[in-house]
């Protein structure tokens, strides 16, 4: 591909089989989690022009590069507040089984997300556990639940380093969703146009057109 | 430590479309799948199943060792040389006792054409004519009526040229969930302004792709393709040109057609008569037209007639011969076109050597380098019969899974009970495996290098990209060296060494070479009779493989003026995308599971109204072979008077009728009528 | 051991303070009605991981927790309390808090009827929008299925 920021993941709903494909080469590609859901066809991050999520977040742990939308796992609080914002539902959250840290230290809050944030800003550094969990008394739980919150990166990671089709692309059987520079892709451009639209005038409503 | 990492291309080990995927290697582990763009038939694409491949090859439960089974039920872990010279003692006392045809065979449309060519000849040079596989449960009525049609049994284009159709006709097909790779192709025609016409008793995922979908009363699938056909000539829309110059028998059929009702047909079928008339238009007008057809023709007692009819349809039209225009049987099994071309067929040998045709098979004997080969035997089914009728006493699985894909399990179940030798050879223990005396553990497809031919007739290499766990060894192995003890062979050959055997005894395959498919991702298309030829994906272009280069129409056999009628409700069998056949693979992998963990039943909603069940109700549904427990999904996906459950279970084949096809042999599944009982809290 | 308090009028009832929560000390409970964040004691540890991923700034954490009106300014808690002196002195009559919960009834989704989130946080996601998101009374799963339901219809 050309240039990362040209190329754009198109659904096109009419060719959907709901085979599921897609999710499990997803879940595949993302260590065991899906990022899209298929529904009459498949939902995931639609990586607007505008993107709501971006705006909700109280903590800039959603940026946008390469033309791509992109969670910042480490910055994450997994509150739940994008995934409302998306009138896509294309934010999604799953349950997993975490080991526990006791002495992992959360970023601190960054209330106004227009701060400029500088490129090197490091990444969060884990202290130590102040106890090694084999010290733990045995019935110390080990592990806990959270909700986690997670959304298509586009398979950007993929892309930067080996020029790979996101995995959604690559394995749909009838062609729905296809990775295309967004100038060469006429009819899906049309789409692609409805859904920036939804997002820009969110003037959707169910049952009317807009 | 250095991670050794490979990705080597394989073949996906599911079903017919034959995509091609990379698979990652780890330290001698699968760890991942590389979509693999340029191969034709998928352009990288790969189902749920097919992505399914790591989960598969890592799966715990493996067979990983020879396995036996006392008369007690106890089982033991024994040695291969153990395993083997039990069998070869065991099959050899048995052909003394009783005489070799007291032996079946069953072949696997899952393992390469080395494995079928290989398990085919040992078996006929034991001495034994029974010799088939699950095609018989699937496209035996392709077999039989399109080689009688046009010569050769197998479809006539390639899946991607189905793009270039102007008309495409699904009839009894749904390869959105079956062959996914398919629907890209259809669409495709679809964008370019192809009319896409699907019939189909159900409405499914591949029904929605046509403009019209004819949803017709179960089992009136002929007197539709007759009807259409009788349109077409009320109209003068035929291609006499082509009847004249490339077809013979037609007058016969005119005659026929020529008294064909079809207002009373489309009474009898249930559809407007205004969809067969635009059908008819449609098919015949366009410049190339494509039939897709699948189980919904062939599991009927005259699935033969029907798929004759879909053959009589093309023919009748000149859609067959070039691109867009041609028939599509898919194959289901990622290898059950090349088990059929290798012969493990009760009356064929290798290439389609009819096995009562004395003359052409004595020249295969002679390649095989003895006097004589059996003539025909049984097909899979009427070995069960034969094995209760107590004339089959040692049965060899390789492969299958009969408790679960034959029809009427608990004939299977008896049968398996009584045999005196009940080998099964295969990857898990299976519901069959349960039954054996001695279970052999196999190597999965990534584990051995081998050819494996897809519905499109290509012939392609997979190579061999891990180990097989522990002690399970190769189909080929376990067959080679068990022919050595049998005293059939010498030496234990390797998959290259067969193949180029392969190009000896069949014509078509002889420029199928190791050395050509194994450098090619996308393989050859047979015929390919020497190495200079590029192989053949569009047949009859110039003549048909009959004799005299015609194809002929068909008469069917049987009066379609009064069609069966299934009470209270019809049963109707087939699949779901994230399932394959008998389930005995994907009902093991969680990440397929999870989307359709247990059976279902589908009911029409008037229907379930009436009985006073809702989603989730639990039911008993009785036929005459048996009574199964299954809850019930309601939906209108079914027609009324009509229900619909997938067969990757086991309860299913409990249920489904044993008679057979007259001439391909195949079982009536979708025949089935059932009784439904609400099971009170 | 520290406290932790919430603050009953600018918790949203999101998740943040139970994700960071390392020590279980911080839970959530739902059920198809209400969702409870539940501080179930004092925090062992120097860890500030709740306050600092708190979106509306809602938990304070101190030596001894006095009162709300205290920490958080006038206008909350009772009338009393709020004339106690300067916040570093420990009024005796205020004990340390032991168990705190804060409860929210779940928004229901006008489609299906299944829960969405609670009420103050779908309006702190009304207030930051820019235009008005007519998605915020659907679930999920609704938006999802709805989606390609509306692009098709176009």
Known sequence: MQSMASWKIFINPERCIGCHACEMACEQTHGGISNIKVQCAPVFCRHCEVPPCVTVCYRNAIEMRNGKILLIKDLCTNCGICVFACPFGAIMTTTITRQIEPGKKAHSAVPCHFEARSAEEPHTEHEKPKRSLADARDDTPRERQIVLVHKCDGCLERAEASGARPACAATCPSGAIECKDIAQASSLKRIRTYEVHLVTHLTHREGTSP | MMVKKNKVSVICPYCGAGCRFGLIVENGRATGIDYEPDHPVALGALCPKGNSAVELLNHPERLTFPIRREHNGTTRRITWDEALQFVANKLRQIREDFGADAVGFLASAKVSNEENYLFQKLARLFGSPHVDHCARLCHSPSIVALSRAFGSGAMTNPIPDLENSRCILIIGSNFSENHPVVSRWVLNAKDRGAFIIAVDPRKTPTTEIAHIHLMIRPGTDGILLNAIMAQILREGLANYDFIASRTEGFERLKNKLQQFDIIKAAEQVGVPVGDIVITARKYATSPSSAIIYCMGITQHRHGTDYAASCANLALLCGHIGRSGAGIFPLRGQNNVQGASDMGALAEFLPGYVRTNDVKKRQLVAKLWGCEDIPSSGLSVTEIIGAILDGKIKALFVMGENPIVSDPCSSETEKALSMLDLLVVQDIFMTETANFAHVVLPAAMWAEKSGSYTNTERRVQWSPKALNPPNEAKSDLWIIGNLGKLLGLWDTLPQPEDMLREINQVVPFYGGITPERIAKSKEGLIWPCPDEHHPGTPILYSEKFHRENERATFTVPEIDFEAPRSFEPFSLITGRVVVHYNSGSITRKLPSLLRYTPKLELTIHPSDAGELGIKDGSTVLVKTVKGTVETVVKVSPSVRQGSVFMPFHFPETNRLTPKDLDPMARIPSFKDAQCQLIRKDK | ?154
């Open chain 3, 1 to 154: 051991m520290k406290g932790i308090l919430i603050s009953k009028d600018l918790c949203i009832g999101c998740r943040a303070c139970a994700s960071a929560c390392e020590h279980g000390i911080i839970q959530i409970e739902e059920t198809k009605e209400f969702r409870k964040i539940i501080v179930s004691g004092s925090c062992p540890d120097e860890c500030e991981n709740c306050k600092d991923v708190c979106p509306t700034e809602a938990i304070k954490i101190g030596e001894g927790v006095v009162s709300s009106c205290q920490l958080f300014g006038a206008g909350t808690g009772s009338a009393s309390t709020c004339s106690s002196r300067n916040e570093n002195q420990l009024p005796a009559a205020i004990k340390l808090r032991e168990r705190q919960e804060v409860l929210f009834r779940l928004t229901l989704c006008r489609r299906c009827g299944m829960p969405i989130a609670p009420e103050a946080m779908l309006n702190f996601i009304s207030r930051r929008m820019t235009q008005p998101l007519f998605e915020l009374d659907l679930c999920i799963t609704c938006r999802q299925q709805l989606m390609w339901e509306a692009i098709r219809k176009r």
